[in-house]
């Protein structure tokens, strides 16, 4: 992601890539696999860290997801500007 820091152990994945990713493992990254938690445990502290890292990273990627509406909004906002523009000089 453009502009922010990604904290040392966080993906820079796109959400394409995370998509295809949990298509294929039906896991997020990085987190162990319902069964094998079910099957084997997992200590409360490991996962807590886990869990907060993909907090960190889902709000990482919402404030670029946020830029780029931001950013689409303002291009739209400029093209329908010159679209009424040039309607009203025929």
């Known amino acids: ?3 922010l820091r990604i ?5 820079a994945s796109n959400t394409g890539e995370l ?3 949990i298509a294929s493992n039906h896991h997020l990254p990085e ?8 099957e084997n445990g997992i200590s409360p502290g490991d996962i807590q860290m886990k869990l907060l890292a993909k907090i960190e990273e889902l709000t990482l990627h919402m404030i670029e ?3 780029t509406i ?3 909004e303002e291009q ?3 093209l329908a500007a010159k679209v009424a523009t ?5």
Do not use: C, F, H
Request: hydrophobic residues 25%; charged residues 35%.
């Open 1 to 3: 992601m453009r502009g």
């Open 7 to 11: 904290p040392e152990g966080i993906p």
């Open 19 to 21: 998509a295809s990713y």
């Open 31 to 38: 987190l162990p696999p319902a069964k094998e938690v079910n």
């Open 65 to 67: 997801a946020d830029k």
């Open 70 to 72: 931001t950013r689409l």
């Open 76 to 78: 739209n906002r400029d």
């Open 86 to 90: 040039g309607k009203s000089q025929k």
